[in-house]
């Protein structure tokens, strides 16, 4: 069975705090992806690693920073929380290579206030 | 970048009741999957479809890849089918591909 685990499935923060996402997956899988969910704007990609210490900007990538010193370990980092980080977040893996499955963790809901 | 179209954007269905949810997408691709966002909202994976056809219990989906389409069929469905239903491709080839989504279908199931 795939797993992926998130730190968190829910979260309150205030404004202005650094706040950690972790996402951990046990597959072995060389990408690994945070997504932000929002009503009425589906799901936007944040950053994406194709390998350690490796990373890219996705499509929403201003407010986050992003750390993955093993493998199966992807962290999403808000340096300084604001409200309009309040969302839905979403890591997800797959193996390297386009015509492979990718697998989503449970989510981390979000709420800065 | 490649563009994502499902309809309908909402679905109501009676209990026991049969749909069809349709994916366009604008060019061709190496991947394509369904996925199913439960109430919770965790992406379930149905179906890796980037061609032919597949079915798992009450699921089956067909991918056309020539006429750039996807459907997703349900049947007999139930009140745990509702949900919102995803879409997504990739067209990129190498080892850094990424999935683009569509917006969702949203189905309720009433009992």
């Known amino acids: 069975d795939v797993k992926v685990t998130q730190s968190s499935r829910y979260l309150v923060k205030r404004t202005g705090e650094k706040v950690f996402l972790e996402c951990v997956q046990d597959?072995?899988?060389?990408?690994m992806f945070w997504y932000r969910q929002d009503p009425g704007l589906g799901l936007r990609l944040i950053y994406f690693?194709?390998?350690?210490?490796?990373?890219e900007k996705g499509d929403i990538p201003e407010g986050y920073s992003v750390s993955r010193e093993k493998k199966e370990r992807f962290s999403l980092i808000l340096e300084s929380a604001s409200t309009n980080q309040t969302s839905m977040y979403l890591c997800?893996?797959?193996?390297?290579?386009?015509?492979?499955?990718?697998?989503f963790g449970p989510g981390t809901r979000l709420t800065v206030t | 970048g490649i563009q994502v179209e499902q309809s309908p954007p909402d679905l109501i269905l009676q209990e026991g009741a049969n749909s069809t949810l349709r994916c366009n997408f604008s060019?061709?691709?190496?991947?394509l999957q369904w996925f199913h966002q439960n109430p919770w909202g965790q992406l379930i994976n149905l179906f890796y479809?980037?061609?032919g056809t597949k079915q798992n219990g009450r699921l089956s989906a067909t991918t056309v890849a020539t006429e750039r389409y996807s459907l997703l069929y349900i049947s007999s469905s139930q009140t745990t089918d509702s949900g919102v239903y995803f879409c997504?491709?990739?067209?990129?080839?190498?080892?850094?591909?990424?999935?683009?989504f569509g917006k969702g279908i949203t189905l309720s199931v009433r009992p």
């Open positions: 997800a893996h797959k193996a390297g290579g386009p015509a492979y499955e990718q697998y």
């Open positions: 597959m072995d899988h060389e990408n």
């Open positions: 690693s194709y390998d350690v210490k490796m990373k």
């Open positions: 060019d061709s691709v190496n991947n």
């Open positions: 479809i980037p061609s």
């Open positions: 997504a491709v990739s067209g990129e080839p190498g080892a850094n591909s990424k999935l683009t």
